[in-house]
């Protein structure tokens, strides 16, 4: 099974600001990682695919890179709407698909 | 627009068998681009891939709870279902149902239902 491992646990933004998020997995996916948000009380919506395709209706705002075992994903100009959690995901060997651990997004 | 609704109880006891349906509309299980699968989330905790089944019948499982998981699904009723057998308090989570689109070398989980919250207590 790939371990999927996400960093840092928390990370405290302003609005208007720029972050990148971490992920690395424990062997290569080649890019075969795709991103997800989810908001409290709501169920994760994709928004990344193949490490840097946005899926259908993502901002521009959002973007994603890396290849092999290390990844992250980028978010330009913070908007309130965007504080969350962020999880990662392989697909390169399944099963079973797994996912990083989480990254919450909170306003400083 | 696609919805996949999940349902079934919400309270199931120790040593019980959970299950659950997913309800899709909007579009068809029979659809050669995509599995249907489960997805779960204990309270406070991250996301675990639990199962996925295709129309024709075949199905992949979770090593950690193939023993336990059965995932069927029913094309004339555009349904798909989730039995865990053996539940413990660990097994208390939101349970989601997805569409997992096929890309080439595997899934990503495009379109997910609201979410079941199972609580299995006595």
């Known amino acids: 099974e790939i371990v999927m491992t996400q960093s840092p646990a928390t990370l405290s933004v302003s609005p208007g600001g720029r972050v990148t998020l971490s992920c690395r997995a424990s062997q290569s996916v080649n890019n075969k990682l795709a991103w997800y948000q989810q908001k409290p009380g709501q169920a994760p919506r994709l928004l990344i695919y193949?490490?840097?395709t946005r899926a259908t209706g993502i901002a521009a705002r959002f973007s994603g890179s890396g290849s092999g075992t290390d990844f992250t994903l980028t978010i330009s100009s913070l908007q309130s709407e965007d504080f969350a959690v962020y999880y990662c995901?392989?697909?390169?060997?399944?099963?079973?698909?797994?996912f990083g651990q989480g990254t919450k997004l909170e306003i400083k | 627009q696609l919805q996949l609704q999940e349902s079934g109880p919400g309270l199931v006891k120790p040593s019980g068998t959970l299950s659950l349906t997913c309800t899709v509309s909007g579009d068809s299980i029979s659809s050669i681009s995509y599995y249907w699968g489960w997805i779960r989330q204990p309270p406070g905790k991250g996301l675990e891939w639990i199962a996925n089944?295709?129309?024709?019948?075949?199905?992949n499982y979770n090593p950690s709870l193939k023993s336990r998981v059965t995932i069927s699904a029913d094309t004339s009723k555009n349904q798909f279902s989730l039995n865990l057998a053996s539940v413990t308090a660990a097994d208390t989570a939101v349970y989601y149902c997805?569409?997992?689109?096929?890309?080439?070398?595997?899934?990503?989980?495009?379109?997910w239902g609201q979410g079941a919250m199972v609580t299995v207590s006595s």
């Open positions: 995901q392989q697909y390169n060997n399944w099963p079973p698909y797994t």
């Open positions: 193949h490490a840097s």
């Open positions: 997805v569409r997992e689109w096929r890309l080439e070398a595997g899934h990503v989980f495009d379109v």
């Open positions: 089944v295709y129309y024709g019948g075949n199905a």
